[in-house]
């Protein structure tokens, strides 16, 4: 259940809408459901001969202390406030909806419980899903409602209401959302035939340059170098820069002129004082390898679990950087998926938590400087290592923020995932399983690592044997044990953090995870002489 607020300052233009047919005729039996004293006229149960004098009685009850107070009463003096339930919510009665009107006026202070000098209000019902409060802010005392805040105190009292009555329980925000494009700006899209907005092609944009800047002055000379791009920038009387406006090329007013919106106006979080504080946080030297940003983000859930909120908000700040890039980089068959998790991730990345974004540079830089590095050989596997460490990272995400009530950025970050898992299947279904470099097993290998599958993944055991790339498993786990690792050991590693509960093709899966611990254990060894290293364990 949400509330939509809004003021304005003609209580006879609001009554008219709300007891007329609507834009499109959608209005059906308008007719009020309560009211400030329960004995308000009720245009909506009159015959259409006494409507019209109906309405105009109810428009001067309404506005009977606002004409008392004269000039001290305020221009917009008119509140509305629209109330919808979820479509997955019963049927409510108008008495359920009364009782939701009266609370959402005490909650907000419009017309407070048990006080005599309360606003004047009605509730209007013209469709089965939602009401409409309309009320005028001048009390009985004729001094103005103390309604600050109303929308996040209507949003608390809703929250209660849903456990209450047994509805939906709907996410809720706290305010740090970016801006939504209005319905101009999407009827504006759907004329052209885009997708998306301007305002929401812009904030991608935007999003990306200042993940890909190491300084404000980079994040600038990138976003001016944007073929889409306008860009301007507003400058102090010293010179120095005081923020800046973007638009999208080819987005024009009824006068031709471009469409400018400041950073602010598209996300809080791409103002430009705050894009200057998380730049130099990234301007420090980080090694440039795509294992060392798989290692990087597989930390991310680390950091979460055990670190304070506001080093734990840096990093999923810094996680919603590495999918803002990652598209860039990307094979083309994943770049669809990883784009599409990156946009449902970017309302994961704002809390009230003030991120410090010192604690992050270290992840912040290696993935900047996967920028300026070649993309892998075709088959290699590092693009599947890096989406799974992902995948992890953004769970550790959905639990952080659901644990701290954070309901539209979890809920974000659930949707990201969806994405971003199956952008995992597409990558290890493209993965080659390099089997040939290794002596085929015989029958009793099978067996015998068989054996080792029963001991430590019993629940998985029967669909990773019926599992055609089975062989090739066997063949990576007797090149492990080859090189001395534990094989034991070497299974747990590659289902502790990634169960295989999910998995499409377990045996192909845990075989191009195996490959990639042995890889890394070879690869990190002291010395080629030195006696191999047991497997790393994942943190």
């Given amino acids: 259940m949400i509330a ?212 404000p002055e980079e994040f600038l000379a990138l976003l001016a170098h944007t073929s889409d791009v306008l860009v301007e920038l507003h400058r102090l009387p010293s010179g120095d820069i005081r923020g800046y406006k973007a638009a999208l090329r080819g987005d024009t007013n009824a006068a031709g002129q471009p469409v400018w919106y400041a950073g602010s106006t598209l996300a809080e979080d791409l103002s430009w004082p705050r894009i200057r504080q998380r730049l130099p946080a990234a301007s420090f030297p980080a090694p440039a390898s795509w294992h060392s940003t798989a290692d990087a983000v597989e930390g991310i859930p680390h950091h979460l679990h055990h670190g304070p909120d506001p080093a734990a908000q840096a990093h999923i700040n810094a996680l919603g950087e590495t999918l803002d890039l990652l598209p860039l980089l990307a094979p083309p068959i994943l770049r669809a998926q990883l784009r599409s998790a990156a946009a449902a991730f970017e309302r994961a990345t704002r809390s009230r938590i003030r991120a410090h974004h010192d604690h992050a540079r270290s992840l912040r830089t290696t993935i900047r400087a996967l920028l300026r590095q070649p993309p892998p050989p075709p088959g290699d596997a590092t693009f599947a290592v890096i989406v799974d460490a992902l995948v992890l990272a953004v769970i550790a995400a959905h639990h952080w923020h659901r644990s701290r009530q954070h309901d539209q950025q979890a809920a974000a970050a659930h949707q990201a995932l969806i994405h971003l898992q199956a952008a995992y299947r597409q990558a290890t279904e493209a993965l080659p399983l390099g089997a040939a470099h290794h002596p085929w097993p015989q029958a009793d290998t099978h067996t015998r690592h068989l054996h080792h599958l029963r001991r430590t993944l019993p629940a998985h055991t029967q669909q990773i044997s019926d599992d055609p790339a089975f062989p090739h498993l066997s063949a990576a786990l007797s090149a492990a044990e080859a090189a001395g690792h534990e094989l034991d050991h070497l299974l747990r590693q590659a289902t502790h953090q990634r169960p295989l509960d999910n998995a499409h093709a377990p045996a192909r899966l845990l075989t191009w995870r195996i490959q990639r611990l042995t890889a890394y254990a070879t690869s990190t060894r002291p010395h080629p002489t030195a006696a191999p290293r047991q497997t790393r364990r994942r943190r």
């Fill in 4 to 215: 939509k607020i809004t003021r304005g300052g003609d209580t006879g233009k609001l009554i008219a809408y709300l007891y007329g047919p609507g834009r499109a005729n959608e209005h059906t039996d308008p007719h009020l459901v309560a009211s400030w004293d329960g004995f308000a006229p009720d245009p909506g149960r009159t015959n259409s001969t006494t409507a019209t004098a109906a309405r105009k009685q109810l428009v001067n009850a309404l506005d009977l202390r606002v004409n008392q107070a004269g000039q001290r009463a305020h221009r917009r003096h008119v509140w509305h406030c629209s109330i919808r339930a979820a479509p997955q919510d019963r049927l409510l009665t108008d008495a359920e909806w009364a009782d939701i009107a009266r609370r959402v006026v005490a909650a907000t202070g419009i017309a407070p419980e048990g006080d005599p000098d309360g606003c004047r209000w009605v509730a209007v019902r013209h469709a089965d899903d939602h009401i409409h409060i309309a009320a005028t802010t001048v009390r009985g005392d004729l001094r103005p409602a103390r309604h600050w805040n109303d929308y996040l105190t209507a949003d608390r009292e809703l929250s209660r209401v849903e456990i209450d009555y047994a509805l939906r329980r709907v996410p809720r925000g706290d305010r740090t959302a970016a801006s939504r494009p209005t319905r101009a700006e999407r009827e504006k899209a759907n004329r052209a035939g885009r997708t998306g907005t301007a305002r929401e092609r812009l904030r991608t944009l935007i999003r990306t340059a200042v993940a890909a800047a190491s300084s």
